[in-house]
């Protein structure tokens, strides 16, 4: 798209075709839009006046600028259909002018009429337009960066996943590895987001992927060398959540000293319910927590098992990195991880928080 100035003064959007075409588009605002042109000897035929499609190009550019004034600007349209009906021919100057007599969330309807310099109706046209939440098959999907508030229904964007490794003994211990005096901390990218009923796409070539079910803090004040105290007061709410891991491709990264990024951020890494408020979770310690694969129990244990709770590990990352409204904090995972296989169906669960239901790509 090229940038025009209306007559308004108003930056508007011109289709590139434009160009050639000569047209110039006067007007566009709150679905109505008009567009003009100078008839040159290549718009007319042997009896000088503008040809059949130049008319329907006009009335299809002012109707179509008319959709998509009206509908948001990540929006897409097509048309479906154009009825042009020619009353007269048109000399000198067209002026289309097209405006939207009904949308709904799919379809759009616009009608529109040609008028030449001396203001005859050249022709009128009616017409319905396709509309989509984004382009298809060339703009991606809106981002899924965001959780969901239990209750309000509020959408909280996220900010950094911060990730906790070795929170239960049980589970250092499977990893032959020991709780040290401080927590093991990494960070996943809000891409690796993925929600409650998504089917997981997961990487297929790196190695075995394991489940780790994990109770994540959503942070909903802003927490900078926080006490333990500010810290419990920081944590907006509770969620259930998967750290998703690439364990082959972490164990090199270990013994080559690298750090995990990639084993542990990849795209939908970290799938995260519907998020229950602290009021109804409490501080998020005593609390059942378990993960289903194909309806087997594989892990089971009890928040109170966590070496750190959320609240100090919270303060722990708040002493040199700063959290913020929307970042996530996932607390660590319980003995008894291991692999998901293509096809399998994973059910997360934590008592007062929630489940998290997903299903992994055939
Ligand atoms: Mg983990």
């Given amino acids: 798209m090229t940038q025009s100035r209306g007559k308004e003064g108003s930056q508007v959007q011109v289709p590139p075709f434009n160009k050639f075409m000569g047209m110039e588009l006067v007007r566009k605002e709150g679905g109505v839009c008009e567009v003009a042109l100078e008839l040159q ?3 007319c035929n042997r009896r000088g006046v503008a040809h059949g ?8 550019t002012s109707l179509g600028g008319a959709v998509v004034s009206s509908i948001p600007k990540e929006w897409w349209c097509a048309t479906i259909s154009l009825n042009v009906q020619f009353i007269s021919g048109g000399r000198g100057r067209l002026t289309s002018r097209g405006e939207v007599t009904r949308r709904g969330k799919s379809v759009a309807f616009a009608r529109g009429v040609v008028l030449d310099e001396s203001e005859r109706l050249v022709a009128s046209a009616e017409g319905s337009w396709h509309l989509w939440q984004n382009k298809p098959g060339v703009m991606a999907p809106p981002p899924r960066d965001h959780v969901v508030l239990r209750g309000s229904g509020e959408r909280v964007a ?7 490794g070795r929170n239960y003994a049980a589970h250092a211990e499977e990893m032959n590895a020991q709780v040290g ?6 960070e996943k990218p ?3 987001l993925a929600h409650g009923g998504d089917t997981l796409h997961l990487p297929r070539d ?6 780790e079910v994990e109770l994540v803090a959503l942070i909903g004040k802003r927490c900078r060398k926080a006490s333990p105290e500010e810290a419990a007061a920081a944590i907006a709410g509770y969620a259930v959540g998967l750290d998703l891991t690439l364990r082959q491709m972490q164990s090199g990264f270990k013994k080559r000293g690298e750090p995990w990024f990639l084993a542990k951020g990849f795209d939908q890494s970290a799938p995260v319910s519907v998020v229950a408020p602290a009021a109804e ?3 998020g310690s005593g609390l059942d927590i378990s993960l289903a694969v194909n309806g087997e129990i594989r892990q089971q244990d009890n928040t109170s098992s966590m070496v750190r709770s959320a609240a100090d590990l919270v303060a722990f990352i708040s002493q040199l990195v700063t959290l913020e409204p929307g970042d996530l904090v996932m607390t660590g995972t319980p003995a008894g991880v291991g692999p998901v296989e293509p096809g399998d169906r994973l059910e997360a669960t934590i008592e007062k928080v929630g489940s998290l239901n997903l299903r992994v790509a055939e």
């Fill in 190 to 192: 809000s891409t690796a």
């Fill in 158 to 164: 996220v900010g950094k996943i911060v990730a906790v």
């Fill in 53 to 60: 499609g130049v008319v329907s190009t006009l009335l299809d």
């Fill in 281 to 283: 979770v409490g501080d």
């Fill in 206 to 211: 790196r190695g075995a992927i394991h489940h």
């Fill in 41 to 43: 000897p290549h718009h």
């Fill in 181 to 186: 005096e401080e927590p093991v901390l990494f």
